[in-house]
């Protein structure tokens, strides 16, 4: 069935350094692609989205392309800020779009 | 803030006992989705109604069961509860039934704790 695979973290990094979250996917049809972003405490945000190959999807910063050819979407950002601290969630919609299927989710933690 | 509210926010029980969840998509949303978030588990889909009726179940358990009311919000409810269930239970909503460009906005969750 279609499935997320996410980097394990926690992620540790310092302020301003540069952030990669890997995401790939197993999907049988043409799934919509997230990234959702939980911050402490708090409820499941959509940070950003692609519905075809090749689009990039955007968001504060934040940008991730849906590549076909190697069933990746993942999450990049030039220089994260300690409010950028969350747990990141890759997602896909499920074959018939009535479900999204989430990874595990990876922990951010961003240090002065 | 997504436009999906979720009532109540916390919630302490008993073993054994009953509750509900309840949940208001954003305005003009016909599909709501439930979901539930569990440190061994991750995040699962539970179960979609749209506009009233079931669409989509996931991996639901069957002393629990949801449903849509005529004006779209929906009520989960849980029953003979474990002490497994105790999770966040998150509520989404969609504009669709589900489709390619369909995207689910969230709610802040309910955090169900059974003792």
């Known amino acids: 069935g279609d499935s997320v695979t996410q980097m394990e973290g926690p992620v540790t990094l310092s302020e301003e350094a540069f952030l990669t979250i890997n995401c790939t996917y197993t999907a049988t049809g043409y799934p919509s692609l997230f990234w959702y972003v939980q911050y402490p405490g708090e409820g499941l945000q959509l940070l950003l989205k692609?519905?075809?190959?090749?689009d990039k999807g955007s968001n504060k910063g934040f940008e991730a392309t849906y590549r076909k050819e190697t069933t990746s979407f993942h999450l990049e950002k030039g220089s994260v800020q300690v409010s950028d601290s969350a747990v990141y969630f890759c997602?896909?919609?499920?074959?018939?779009?009535?479900?999204?299927?989430f990874g595990p989710g990876t922990s951010l933690s961003v240090i002065p | 803030d997504s436009g999906v509210t979720q009532t109540p926010k916390h919630l302490i029980t008993a073993t054994g006992q009953r509750v509900t969840l309840r949940c208001s998509p954003r305005s003009g949303d016909l599909s709501v989705y439930w979901y539930q978030q569990s440190l061994d588990q991750g995040l699962q889909f539970l179960i979609q109604y749209y506009n009233g009726e079931e669409r989509a179940k996931g991996n639901i358990l069957e002393r629990f069961s949801a449903q849509q009311f005529p004006d779209l919000h929906s009520e989960l409810n849980l029953s003979s509860l474990e002490l497994g269930d105790s999770a966040l239970y998150f509520c989404?909503?969609?504009?669709?039934?589900?489709?390619?460009?369909?995207?689910?906005?969230f709610g802040p969750g309910t955090r169900l704790t059974v003792l």
């Open positions: 997602a896909l919609t499920g074959t018939s779009y009535d479900k999204v299927i």
């Open positions: 989404a909503s969609s504009a669709l039934a589900g489709t390619v460009t369909d995207t689910q906005y």
């Open positions: 692609a519905t075809k190959a090749d």
